[in-house]
T-cell receptor
Framework: GAGVSQSPSNKVTEKGKDVELRCDPI?????LYWYRQSLGQGLEFLIY????????KSGLPSDRFSAERTGGSVSTLTIQRTQQEDSAVYLC???????????FGDGTRLSIL | DAKTTQPPSMDCAEGRAANLPCNHS???????VYWYRQIHSQGPQYIIH???NNETNEMASLIITEDRKSSTLILPHATLRDTAVYYC???????????????FGEGTQLTVNP
């Protein structure tokens, strides 16, 4: 079946603009995660959704970052007033449930000019 | 989650077994060992995980020492497509919110040579 799908695959925008990144998880997966990976760095956890529970937002680096998951499926990560340090690959993962192996998409490469 | 230690890089000849070690000497009894890999420009790919017993699937085998302080990922017949960064991750098995995330270290860059 289809894996985790992310769009766009690449995004270039000017500093100060808002961006929206989309994640389509694997069908039936109740848990969804966002991470980001800066050049040459490891993965940094951002936010986690599990079913209808309140999301774990503890990894969001600032209040410019927000995410939602509508209908328990598709998720959107929004970055407002982008800064150059927001440049990174933003990765989405889903799992059948909490604790099950996470399966990743190929990410959105975000470049802030 | 417990910290893991991996060699920064390893080389392997195509067709030979690749044995990737990982130390996790502070692992707790309720923590699993997970392995992921990341091929250039792709997202991380789940490989295998285990708690105490050795595990095998279509991709690899995972050997965990009896004291659980170290493990080895084995790719039995490495191919050029196995060239990637391999991450060993220890993850708590208690399904609290904080136990849901994965914490990736530096990993091992495995290069499979023709």
């Amino acid at each position: 079946g289809a894996g985790v799908s992310q769009s766009p695959s690449n995004k270039v925008t000017e500093k100060g603009k808002d961006v929206e990144l989309r994640c389509d998880p694997i069908s039936g997966h109740t848990a969804l995660y966002w991470y980001r990976q800066s050049l040459g760095q490891g993965l940094e956890f951002l936010i986690y959704f599990q079913g209808n529970s309140a999301p774990d937002k503890s990894g969001l680096p600032s209040d410019r970052f927000s995410a939602e998951r509508t209908g328990g499926s598709v998720s959107t990560l929004t970055i407002q007033r982008t800064q150059q340090e927001d440049s990174a690959v933003y990765l989405c993962a889903s799992s059948l449930s909490t604790g099950k192996p996470q399966h990743f998409g190929d990410g959105t490469r975000l470049s802030i000019l | 989650d417990a910290k893991t230690t991996q060699p920064p890089s390893m080389d392997c000849a195509e067709g030979r077994a690749a044995n990737l070690p990982c130390n996790h000497s502070t692992i707790s009894g309720n923590e699993y060992v997970y392995w992921y890999r990341q091929i250039h420009s792709q997202g991380p790919q789940y490989i295998i995980h285990g708690l105490k017993n050795n595990e095998t699937n279509e991709m690899a085998s995972l050997i965990i020492t009896e004291d659980r302080k170290s493990s080895t990922l084995i790719l039995p017949h490495a191919t050029l497509r196995d060239t990637a960064v391999y991450y060993c991750i220890v993850r708590v098995a208690v399904w609290e919110t904080s136990g849901s995330r994965l914490t990736f270290g530096e990993g091992t860059q495995l290069t499979v040579n023709p």
